[in-house]
T-cell receptor, first 118, second 112 residues
Framework: GAVVSQHPSRVICKSGTSVKIECRSL??????MFWYRQFPKQSLMLMAT?????????EQGVEKDKFLINHASLTLSTLTVTSAHPEDSSFYIC??????????????FGPGTRLTVL | AQKVTQAQTEISVVEKEDVTLDCVYE???????LFWYKQPPSGELVFLIR????DEQNEISGRYSWNFQKSTSSFNFTITASQVVDSAVYFC?????????WGAGTKLIIKP
C-alpha cells in the first residue's frame, strides 16, 4: 500500500513552454502533498505544500506564479512549470501524506520527474 | 533551529568492506522522527528506516544497522559487507512537525 505515482517520468521541452507534472496517490487518500525539487548532486528542497481544496503554501524563494500547484482531489496534485527556462531543469519529486495519520508526518514519495528545458 | 548534517559528501570503499554513514541532527522538539532514505541512480527514493525519539534501540536489518544516540544527536547507518548494489546517495532526514528536514546526502560508491 501507500503508492505514489508521477507522470511523466521524464520530459524534455523547449524554453518558454509550460509543463504539467501529475502526482497521484494510488491506494490512499492524501490530504497533503508536497513538491520537492532536486538539482544534480544536491539534496531535496521543499518547494510547496498543497492541501486538498486550498491554495498551496510556497517556501521562501519559490515563485508561485511560475510553479502552479493544484490539489484538486484527495488523490491528485499537479505542478505546472510555466514558461519554463533551462534553469528550471531539475528532478521534481512529489510526496503524499496519508489522510488520518497524524502521529507523525509520514510521507510517501513518488518516483520523480526529470525535467529538461532546452 | 532544525538541521541535519551529513558531513561525508562521498565515500568510496571496496566491495565487502563495512561502511558507516554519519548523520547528526539538531532539534528542540522532544518528539521527533529520524529517517534514512536511499536514492539510487534512477532517482526514486527508497525508504530504509524510521526511528522515533523515544526509541534508542539500535536496529539491524540484514546487512544494514542503525545506531541512534540522543546524547550525541546522531543517527548513524552502517552497511556490513557492502555490495556494488549498495552504491547510491543516502539521505538522513528529520521530521519536524509538518515537514522533513533533509541532510545534504552522502554518495556511497562501492567498487567491485
Amino acid at each position: 500500500g501507500a503508492v505514489v505515482s508521477q507522470h511523466p517520468s521524464r520530459v524534455i521541452c523547449k524554453s518558454g513552454t509550460s509543463v504539467k507534472i501529475e502526482c497521484r496517490s494510488l491506494d490512499f487518500q492524501a490530504t497533503t502533498m508536497f513538491w520537492y525539487r532536486q538539482f544534480p548532486k544536491q539534496s531535496l528542497m521543499l518547494m510547496a505544500t498543497s492541501n486538498e481544496g486550498s491554495k498551496a503554501t510556497y517556501e521562501q524563494g519559490v515563485e508561485k506564479d511560475k510553479f502552479l500547484i493544484n490539489h484538486a482531489s484527495l488523490t491528485l496534485s499537479t505542478l505546472t512549470v510555466t514558461s519554463a527556462h533551462p534553469e528550471d531543469s531539475s528532478f521534481y519529486i512529489c510526496s503524499a501524506k496519508v489522510r488520518g495519520r497524524s502521529s507523525y508526518n509520514e510521507q510517501f514519495f513518488g518516483p520523480g520527474t526529470r525535467l529538461t528545458v532546452l | 533551529a532544525q538541521k541535519v548534517t551529513q558531513a561525508q559528501t562521498e565515500i568510496s570503499v571496496v566491495e565487502k568492506e563495512d561502511v558507516t554513514l554519519d548523520c547528526v541532527y539538531e532539534t528542540r522538539d522532544t518528539t521527533y522522527y529520524l529517517f534514512w532514505y536511499k536514492q539510487p541512480p534512477s532517482g526514486e527514493l527508497v525508504f530504509l528506516i524510521r526511528r522515533n525519539s523515544f526509541d534508542e534501540q539500535n536496529e539491524i536489518s540484514g546487512r544494514y544497522s542503525w545506531n541512534f544516540q540522543k546524547s550525541t544527536s546522531s543517527f548513524n547507518f552502517t552497511i556490513t559487507a557492502s555490495q556494488v548494489v549498495d552504491s547510491a546517495v543516502y539521505f538522513c532526514a528529520l521530521n519536524s512537525n509538518y515537514q522533513l528536514i533533509w541532510g545534504a546526502g552522502t554518495k556511497l560508491i562501492i567498487k567491485p
